[in-house]
């Protein structure tokens, strides 16, 4: 079974975020207060329920009155697909059967991503679960587990250190 991470492994998340900080910027919310305004919103909800409903709390903070037509602006930026060249190559040399996504954050975001890429279509299963990872995965082997997070890599070696591991590196 390949198990495979999400953000920065499938989708290039860099340039997803890069053109969330436009869409900002087009609001009057520059780089610096755009990430103040992601600490803020990541303090509050954590990472399991980030979405652009608590970015956008954290922007208004940032700076009052913001208009709340960035949030459509977000979404659009959310619903472009955001693939790595090599992500549909790679997926299609894999029957479905063989592939499990697996990926942290909140379940709204995350779903909205996937579904963008259309990713149900080449994986038997979705998980959205928390970090680590590896304690949300019972392994069919032989395994492999992709994803880009060192953290995430280690913890996999440690407790399921027959799993063959790959860091990808963006």
Known sequence: MIYVDLDC????????LQDEMEVAAHYGIN????????????EKCGIGN???DALFEACEIIKPGLDNRI?????????????????????????????VLVTTGSSEFQRAKIATHNLEDYF????????PKCQHINPVYPAVYIDDSPREID?????????????KIF
């Open 9 to 16: 492994t499938l989708i290039d998340s860099a340039k997803r």
């Open 31 to 42: 780089g610096t207060l755009y990430w103040k305004a992601i600490e803020l919103a990541l």
């Open 50 to 52: 980030f979405g652009y």
């Open 71 to 99: 949030l459509s602006d977000w979404q659009r930026v959310v619903e472009t697909p955001h693939f790595f060249p090599d992500t549909l190559a790679f997926l299609g040399r894999f029957p479905r059967s063989c592939l």
């Open 124 to 131: 038997s299963e979705i998980r959205i679960v928390p970090s």
């Open 155 to 167: 913890a996999m070696k440690v407790l399921h250190p027959r799993v063959f591991c790959i860091h």
